[in-house]
């Protein structure tokens, strides 16, 4: 074995090694400069690149500045103004702390720094030499605040700068930067110019106006298709924009989520938001959001990252909870024709669902017109009935060809026509929808069973003939083991056989479905999924199995009484926009549309 002789590295390289945790490209450098900013109570900041941030990145705001005698120790390591001892460090409350950033992006650069402190005077600038040691401050002209430029990134370090992308690419990173800092921080205005050319501009945004700067920094498609959503609870709070299922990605490319402030990456965070998405969102697709969560700094903690890109939650469970039940509530609380908001209490929409009758209920107490459990508007009880009394006037009216008052038709319309035995044409006040009869009521059966098992368990009926399945000896097996979660969700089977099960109860929602076909589904996902445990876990999964063979099948013709109830229960259904796979349900065709269509107007 050699012989190694421990060293003490000089300060020079320390700097440098420590550059290499927290400057990997000129993005960086922004990152770090603009926070500095931020904290310093900024309410402007000028990034401004030269060829994609490699020749020079200068930032300047007007924050409260540094002082002359302490403008050298800001280039210092460890030093800092934000945290005086351990328990500041439990709880971190800036966007920067470490005191590494400055220095360490001076071991790799060119870096001069000019600053006039609020009050005084006189501006002072210093510049590191070639081992980072700065200089003796000297006058400057300079407004109130503090500029950072740094110029030739990584001359000294030939290797790293070989890594570096083309100026492109490496201004497109920059750009990234500064639109997530202008996303958290509608109140400070934000400038970006890139080889002295203006690329970006936000206005600072006054209080309660967030969503003008989401517009700005997101664009126009993701605030047409999002919704904003808050929930506070035990000291978490959530707020922010959740997009619509249907303006889903196919690449996590429009995720943003922060913790204080903080733009962070955490996979706790991303598996509540998959798990809240889960029922409505099509498989291999990704949801589009901007969410910003608040709890006490000293139920997070920022100091687990050089780059301060990640977090660790003190109570993981209780903050995936809060995220999870928040999204899973707005995502539920859409209706059709609540466009880009969930419906506040008291609007027309949520009047419906207020008084949607217990499904349950009107599955054995009313009559069916059909064998698919579409009851019609005038088999709903008498709340209901009194509610949509407006509607079956209207449907009179389109039968007998009497005229009938765009503005008072519901969300989804009037059920015109079925097309192809598969979609449902409905005429609404400004225009026309498309509804996929099987998608949409394969959602509302589902949602009633969900309700049903969240409740109390599926409500179940005996078959009068009981139903035999053959089936092989290691679905018996699994039929037995897990017979108690199938009796949960409805389906009452025993084993009768090495090779045989008999159906004695099925769901009352789904008493008229092909009963062999559903079981065989349900084990199928049954010994997909996993042990009997698992299965409990993940009841949703079976139930939409279920739901999917209790819904009507293409090619069935309806009466117009049963589309237009199917249309009701879409209006008062949670999710009703996708189906359990993410499909969506339906589309809308305005009349602009229309007319775009056939170039009126043109």
Request: include cysteine; hydrophobic fraction near 40%.
């Amino acid at each position: 074995m050699l012989a190694m002789t421990i060293e003490q590295l000089p300060d020079a390289l320390v700097n440098q090694i420590a550059a290499g945790e927290v400057v990997e490209r000129p993005a960086s450098i922004v990152k770090e400069l603009v926070e500095n900013a931020l904290d310093a109570g900024a309410s402007r900041v000028l990034v401004e690149i030269e060829q994609g941030g490699v020749r020079r990145v200068r930032v300047r705001d007007n924050g409260i500045g540094i002082v002359r005698d302490e403008l050298a120790l800001a280039l210092t390591r460890h030093a800092t103004s934000k945290i005086r001892s351990s328990d500041d460090l439990m709880r971190v409350a800036s966007m920067g702390f470490r005191g590494e950033a400055l220095p360490s992006i001076a071991s790799v650069s060119r870096l001069r720094l000019t600053s006039r402190a609020r009050g005084v005077d006189t501006a002072w600038t210093v510049e590191c030499d070639l081992d980072g040691t700065p200089s003796e401050p000297k006058p400057a002209a300079h407004d109130e605040g503090t500029t950072v430029e740094v110029a030739d990134l990584f001359f000294n370090l030939p290797a790293r700068r070989k890594f570096l992308r083309a100026e492109r690419t490496e201004f497109d990173h920059v750009q990234q930067v500064v639109r997530r800092l202008a996303l958290v921080r509608p109140d400070v205005a934000f400038d970006l110019v890139h080889n002295r050319k203006s690329v970006q501009r936000w206005s600072d945004v006054p209080d309660g106006l967030a969503a003008v700067r989401m517009r700005e920094v997101l664009g126009p498609a993701f605030a047409d298709n999002a919704f904003h959503v808050s929930h506070d609870l035990d000291g978490i709070r959530l707020s922010g924009w959740i997009a619509q299922p249907t303006f889903s990605r196919s690449q996590a490319d429009l995720q943003y989520f922060y913790v204080n402030g903080r733009l962070v990456r955490d996979r706790l965070v991303s598996a509540a938001v998959k798990r809240a998405y889960s029922d409505v969102l099509y498989h291999g697709r990704h949801p589009a959001y901007a969410l910003f969560l608040e709890l006490d700094a000293e139920r997070v903690d920022v100091n687990v990252h050089p780059a301060k890109s990640e977090v660790r939650f003190r109570d993981t469970r209780r903050v995936f909870d809060a995220i999870h039940r928040a999204l899973t509530r707005a995502l539920s609380a859409l209706r059709p024709g609540d466009g880009d908001v969930v419906e506040a209490p008291g609007s027309p929409a949520a009047m419906l669902s207020a008084v949607a009758p217990d499904r349950a209920d009107a599955e054995t107490t009313a009559p069916l017109q059909s064998s698919f459990g579409l009851a019609t508007v005038a088999a709903r009880r008498p709340a209901v009935a009194d509610q949509r009394a407006a509607y079956a006037s209207l449907l009179r009216a389109t039968d007998t060809g009497a005229d009938h008052h765009a503005d008072a038709l519901p969300p989804l319309g009037l059920a015109l026509a079925q097309i192809h035995g598969i979609y449902i044409l409905a005429e609404t006040a400004d225009g026309v929808i498309l509804v996929d009869m099987h998608a949409a009521h394969e959602r509302v059966t589902y949602e009633r069973l969900k309700q049903q098992y969240a409740a109390q368990g599926v409500r179940s009926q005996p078959l009068l003939v009981p139903v035999v399945v053959a089936v092989s000896e290691a679905e018996a097996d699994v039929a037995e083991s897990v017979a108690p979660t199938l009796s949960a969700v409805g389906l009452g089977v025993d084993r009768t056989g090495p090779q045989q099960l008999t159906v004695r109860e099925v769901p009352v929602l789904l008493r008229r479905s092909p009963t062999e076909q559903m079981v065989r589904d349900v084990l199928s996902d049954i010994v997909e999924t996993g042990d009997s445990d698992r299965v409990a876990r993940d009841s949703d999964r079976v139930l939409s199995t279920m739901a999917c063979h209790g819904s009507v099948r293409a090619n069935r013709h309806l009466t117009r009484d049963e589309m237009n109830a199917l249309l009701r229960d879409m209006e008062t259904t949670p999710n009703s926009g996708q189906c359990n796979h993410g499909r969506p349900t339906w589309v809308r065709l305005g009349v602009s549309d229309l007319d775009h269509l056939f170039l009126r107007g043109q």
